[in-house]
Nanobody
Framework: QVQLVESGGGLVQPGGSLRLSCAAS????????MGWYRQAPGKQRDLVAL???????TYADSVKGRFTISRDNVENTVYLQMNSLKPEDTAVYYC???????????????WGQGTQVTVSS
């Protein structure tokens, strides 16, 4: 079993920056993708950014040019650098991994516990 542990959330003023981290609790056999989703109160959980094996990235239109997803393959860690934050970015941010934890077999989806990001003056 793998746990994804997020860190880096908090309170920031509009225009500020935060960096989220998501680390796997153990070594992973293979990763198909890792990403970040967010869920604001009363809304569905939506994709923010995704990085697929090989390095291809995808971003929600609302964060393009402001957020950057990256990963450390050695440490099995994914990051989300968030710049020019807006109040509408306020949400719980969840790390997501689609991977094979221990060996060949079907891909499985894992979620972190979530970290709160609040953008407010």
């Amino acid at each position: 079993q793998v746990q994804l542990v997020e860190s880096g959330g908090g309170l920031v003023q509009p225009g500020g920056s935060l960096r989220l981290s998501c680390a796997a609790s153990r070594s992973i056999f293979s990763i198909f993708s890792m990403g970040w989703y967010r869920q604001a109160p009363g809304k569905q959980r939506d994709l923010v950014a995704l990085i697929i094996s090989g390095g291809t990235t995808t971003y929600a239109d609302s964060v393009k040019g402001r957020f950057t997803i990256s990963r450390d393959n050695v440490e099995n860690t994914v990051y989300l650098q968030m710049n020019s934050l807006k109040p509408e970015d306020t949400a719980v941010y969840y790390c997501n991994g689609v991977l094979r934890a221990t060996g060949p077999g079907p891909l499985e989806t894992y979620w972190g516990q979530g970290t709160q990001v609040t953008v407010s003056s």
